[in-house]
């Protein structure tokens, strides 16, 4: 038995979600897992919308995008010979992520995060805080939309500044 059978990836469809998307395919091929590709439609959004003619297009609109989305989960495990179901629903995400992860037994959800902090999280929530806090099951981030290697980057050069800034001050004092 492996440790993971069925992984829930949540997708919204970017360029940069597809990193999460490709570390769960990755997964599920080490484990011999199933991925199940979820895109929420996030109709908490459009709930001040007049409801007109228009509407029918946006509908449309975001059918299409959320097929999308989940046609290249489908296109990546089927590079990788990994099995993939995909769903599409309407909901607010956390919510729907959660009752997907149950609904489906899933073992593990990995989904991106843009690793905000601060104001910007309390502004914009984050479905991935709401997802870790309220899932049965392990929820794995990714982070997205920052290059990770910018990120490494910048913290070996503050750890390297402050190494010479601690020698400094060894050889001082």
Do not use: F
């Amino acid at each position: 038995m492996s440790l993971y059978d069925r992984i829930l990836v949540p997708t919204d469809g970017s360029p940069e979600g597809k990193r999460a998307v490709a570390h769960a395919v990755d997964l599920a091929e080490a484990h011999g897992a199933t991925v199940s590709g979820l895109y929420v439609i996030n109709t908490a959004s459009y709930n001040g919308l007049p409801m007109e003619a228009s509407w029918e297009g946006v509908t449309t609109l975001l059918n299409t995008d959320a097929q999308e989305a989940v046609d290249t989960v489908e296109e990546l495990g089927t590079e990788r010979d990994v099995p993939v179901e995909t769903e599409i629903v309407e909901g607010s995400p956390s919510t729907e992520i959660v009752r997907a992860a149950e609904s489906q037994r899933c073992d593990l959800i990995v989904m991106g995060t843009h690793g905000r902090g601060g104001i910007d999280r309390l502004l914009l929530g984050s479905v991935a805080e709401k997802v870790v806090r309220a899932a049965h099951i392990p929820v794995m981030t990714v982070r997205v939309g920052e290059d990770p290697a910018a990120v490494s980057g910048r913290a070996a050069a503050e750890s390297e500044a402050d190494s010479e800034a601690a020698i400094q001050a060894d050889q001082t004092g």
